[in-house]
């Protein structure tokens, strides 16, 4: 458990009736806490900042003092940075260790430092990998992995702030990314609760009666409710949302209790999943005031190909964007941010998550449920494209969102299918300044796989998806567009430089240290290229089967500037290079 011990609980299910008698336990441990801090204070002792000058880090500021003796100087070792650095969770990766704080730090905040505890008392600071916002009361930092006979329980500080001492028995436990609950999101009536370790068939639902959610409310007094799933798949288990717990502007932490075969409840798994009792107030839109096209993703470092990509789409009606973020360092941020101030409606969603592509889906569905009549998910490097629209002579202008209007009277239609072409690097050596849609122009003969538009409304309640494929509820069906009405241009395969930087962050999601020979048989991997990052000689030429410049001339008759020529979204990509 993690509650302190001179906390008060209150324990509101029928379920612990024993723990009441506990809490009386824990009142008596706690008074008497409370009467020896008393003692400590008055002798002005219990403040003790140890500081370790054993040249483990110059980087670490000595002081003079090394025992302060009041609240007063503790305030001044901050520099006046209040309040200090408030680690809440840590979840430890194959590769990182990832903290959460329930202090708010922004995006590359660079003067922050890893402190980990030896086993003879001894401290060790690491600069802090990365660091960025979260939701909207938390932030996270990245840490590398503790060395060998160094706790993983790290502490986070200012680079120059005095190195506190921890007492080994007090350190925090550490959340195992195999077994934890690390996402939860309010919808409607119930709750969403992303957990790892459940170990559950894969693309089958589960029963929702072996499961159960625990909602742990307020810091100091700790209350605890329990509810009951009402479905449950794959990493996701739904619970009903406590009636307390609604409207209520604070947050609760959310975990998951797992019913064994016999009945009998386990404790409830370890979490770092919350959620804002606000959240539950939605500005309920009726189906007309909703948009009616968004776009989920999911990216890591494709910055610079976002413009061109959010601008076309927009022009086709795409009206609202979540972009998960997957530790991105390329200034996405940035780009997010100015395309909002030229009137797209862009967000941005933090996703730190390894191997959760699913899970990042199912959430997106369930936050675009409240705004969006229709969502399609596809990645930054696929285009729809309108073949027809061009043959006929009329512009494209919004017609993927008509495509989907069409539909939305229609009951029995959950999802719109597209069929993809993948394109080759069309003979080109260097990333085409004047984007991917009038750069790459020669693709493979056949269509490949498709994507998907969905009705968040009618997917099943389980969210049981494969990326993305949701299951839809009983009775609801989908439509495959053919492919002289209908296309996603992929831009699957560009010029080496961009393909190798896409081929490392495939393998990464399957492997640790990409060069190992795993995953070969992935749907992902480029035939004939195996695990080398290796230009092949012939890369430019490959995957090129049919000239294909329908899009190319679509884009540049809708776009270009007419006397220079210039697309809305070059010169972003000249800054780049
Ligand atoms: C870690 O601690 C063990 C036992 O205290 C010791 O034998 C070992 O040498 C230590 N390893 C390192 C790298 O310090
Ligand atoms: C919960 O959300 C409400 C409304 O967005 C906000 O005012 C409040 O500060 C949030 N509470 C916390 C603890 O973040
Ligand atoms: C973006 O969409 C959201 C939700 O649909 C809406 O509340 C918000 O006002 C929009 N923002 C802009 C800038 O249009
Ligand atoms: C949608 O329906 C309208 C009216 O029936 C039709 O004119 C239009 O071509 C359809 N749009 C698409 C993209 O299918
Ligand atoms: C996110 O990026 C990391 C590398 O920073 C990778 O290991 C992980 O698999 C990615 N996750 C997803 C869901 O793409």
């Excluded at 008596?28 to 806490?33: A, E, K, N, P, Y």
């Excluded at 194959?94 to 995006?107: A, E, N, Q």
């Excluded at 700790?222 to 502007?249: D, G, I, M, N, Y």
């Excluded at 202008?397 to 597209?418: F, H, P, Q």
Aim: charged content about 25%; overall charge positive.
């Amino acid at each position: 458990m993690d509650y302190e011990n001179g906390k008060k609980r209150k324990v509101r299910n029928r379920h612990q009736l024993k723990t009441q008698l506990l809490s009386l336990r824990y009142l008596i441990v706690c008074l008497c806490c409370f009467f020896v801090l008393l003692f400590f204070l008055s002798s002005g002792k219990v403040f003790t900042l140890s500081v370790r000058s054993d040249s483990l880090r110059p980087s670490l500021r000595v002081p003079a003092l090394s025992v302060l003796s009041s609240m007063d100087s503790i305030h001044r070792s901050f520099h006046g940075r209040f309040p200090p650095l408030r680690v809440e969770d840590r979840v430890k990766f194959p590769d990182h260790l990832l903290l959460i704080l329930s202090t708010r730090i922004g995006k590359g905040e660079k003067n922050l430092v890893c402190v980990y505890h030896g086993v003879k008392e001894e401290t060790l600071a690491l600069p802090a990998i990365s660091t960025d916002e979260f939701d909207e009361f938390r932030s996270i930092a990245r840490c590398p992995n503790a060395p060998l006979n160094f706790s993983s329980s790290v502490d986070l500080q200012f680079h120059g702030d005095l190195v506190k001492k921890t007492k080994k028995q007090k350190q925090s436990k550490v959340h195992n990314w195999e077994k934890v609950g690390y996402e939860a999101v309010i919808d409607g009536d119930t709750v969403v609760v992303f957990v790892k370790g459940l170990n559950r068939r894969p693309h089958k639902e589960s029963d929702p009666s072996y499961y159960k959610c625990q909602f742990e409310i307020g810091k100091s007094d700790v209350e605890v409710l329990v509810t009951k799933a009402v479905a449950a798949a794959q990493e996701v288990v739904r619970c009903v949302l406590p009636e307390s717990l609604k409207l209520k502007a604070e947050t609760f932490k959310v975990s998951v209790i797992h019913i064994d075969p016999r009945g009998r409840s386990t404790p409830a798994l370890p979490s770092v999943a919350r959620i804002n009792g606000s959240d539950s107030i939605v500005k309920k839109k009726s189906g007309r005031n909703k948009h009616e096209l968004c776009v989920c993703t999911m990216l890591w470092n494709q910055a610079p190909f976002l413009r061109e990509w959010i601008m076309y789409h927009s022009w086709l009606g795409v009206e609202r964007w979540f972009i998960y973020d997957n530790n991105s360092d390329d200034g996405l941020q940035e780009e997010i941010g100015s395309l909002n101030g030229e009137g797209y409606n862009v967000s941005r969603h933090v996703w730190p998550w390894i191997k959760t592509q699913e899970a990042g889906f199912s959430h997106c569905a369930v936050r675009a449920k409240e705004e969006c009549n229709w969502v399609g998910f596809f990645d930054v490097d696929e285009f729809y494209y309108f073949p027809t629209h061009r043959s006929r002579g009329s512009p494209s202008k919004n017609a993927l969102r008509s495509l989907v209007s069409n539909y939305t009277s229609w009951e029995m239609v959950g999802e719109i299918r597209t069929e993809c072409h993948s394109f080759g690097p069309s003979g080109l050596t260097t990333v085409p300044s004047r984007g991917v849609t009038v750069g790459y122009t020669c693709r493979q003969a056949n269509p490949e796989r498709h994507k998907s538009i969905i009705r968040p409304e009618m997917v099943t309640s389980s969210l049981l998806n494969e990326v993305h494929h949701f299951q839809m509820k009983e009775g609801v069906g989908h439509l495959s567009l053919v492919e002289s009405v209908a296309v996603v241009n992929h831009y699957k395969y560009q010029v080496w430089e961009t393909f190798k930087a896409k081929f490392y962050r495939r393998v990464a999601t399957y492997v640790v240290d990409w060069r190992e020979n795993q995953n070969q048989g992935s749907k992902d991997r480029a035939p004939g290229l195996g695990t080398e990052a290796v230009e092949p000689v012939d890369w430019k030429r490959r995957f090129c089967e049919v000239w294909d410049t329908g899009l190319k001339d679509l884009v540049l008759s809708s776009f270009a500037d007419g006397v220079a020529g210039y697309l809305p979204w070059q010169r972003q990509l000249q800054e780049q290079e």
